[in-house]
T-cell receptor, first 114, second 111 residues
Framework: DTGVSQDPRHKITKRGQNVTFRCDPISEHNRLYWYRQTLGQGPEFLTYFQNEAQLEKSRLLSDRFSAERPKGSFSTLEIQRTEQGDSAMYLC????????????FGDGTRLSIL | GQNIDQPTEMTATEGAIVQINCTYQTSGFNGLFWYQQHAGEAPTFLSYNVLDGLEEKGRFSSFLSRSKGYSYLLLKELQMKDSASYLCAVRDEYNFNKFYFGSGTKLNVKP
């Protein structure tokens, strides 16, 4: 069990650029979640996949944000035309099986918009 | 709407006991989770309550009262490494895969 891994750990980019983050969940986990966390706040739910199907999207996820999980394994989160307000930590989590199972989080990708 | 409240910050002494409270007002409820998060790191799972009462796990215990919309995390024999943020998260009643997190309580353990 290598845990949930996210890449890159840090991303600095200029406003208006597109960025893409990757999440590799724990291999047997069928559920994958994306969250956004800003300083001093708890994680805010963005979206959720069960296998390759995106089953839920938060209203926080504007049309500049898109997430995929093409083969039900790794996932990508893309932000187009980044804005200052997108600066945050983007966390990925995965879980397996029934609803009593906790989510396992990755260390996140910290995005800074210049 | 969903409202989850935790104290912003607490300080306690090494070796002592500390209780971190979480109150919630949510449209539904199907379980409450506690996570620990060290600065710059991933949240890690500590405990889960879905029924009223106390769940004990070594130095950490968590309590839930559904009628009061209240939970607490109890940390005993505090160690310096317990300095971290503690996040309370409530699972949605109708969507088991949706979680609402509090802002977290930053615990400072001093010698």
């Amino acid at each position: 069990d290598t845990g949930v891994s996210q890449d890159p750990r840090h991303k600095i980019t200029k406003r208006g650029q597109n960025v893409t983050f990757r999440c590799d969940p724990i291999s047997e986990h069928n559920r994958l979640y994306w969250y956004r966390q800003t300083l001093g706040q708890g994680p805010e739910f963005l979206t959720y996949f069960q296998n390759e199907a995106q089953l839920e999207k938060s209203r926080l996820l504007s049309d500049r944000f898109s997430a995929e999980r093409p083969k039900g394994s790794f996932s990508t989160l893309e932000i187009q035309r980044t804005e200052q307000g997108d600066s945050a930590m983007y966390l990925c989590a995965s879980s397996f099986g029934n609803s009593n199972q906790p989510q396992h989080f990755g260390d996140g990708t910290r995005l800074s918009i210049l | 709407g969903q409202n989850i409240d935790q104290p912003t910050e607490m300080t306690a002494t090494e070796g002592a006991i500390v209780q971190i409270n979480c109150t919630y007002q949510t449209s539904g409820f199907n379980g409450l989770f506690w996570y620990q998060q060290h600065a710059g790191e991933a949240p890690t799972f500590l405990s889960y309550n879905v029924l009223d009462g106390l769940e004990e796990k070594g130095r950490f215990s968590s309590f839930l009262s559904r009628s009061k919309g209240y939970s607490y995390l109890l940390l005993k024999e505090l160690q310096m490494k317990d300095s971290a943020s503690y996040l309370c998260a409530v699972r949605d009643e109708y969507n088991f895969n949706k979680f609402y997190f509090g802002s977290g309580t930053k615990l400072n353990v001093k010698p």
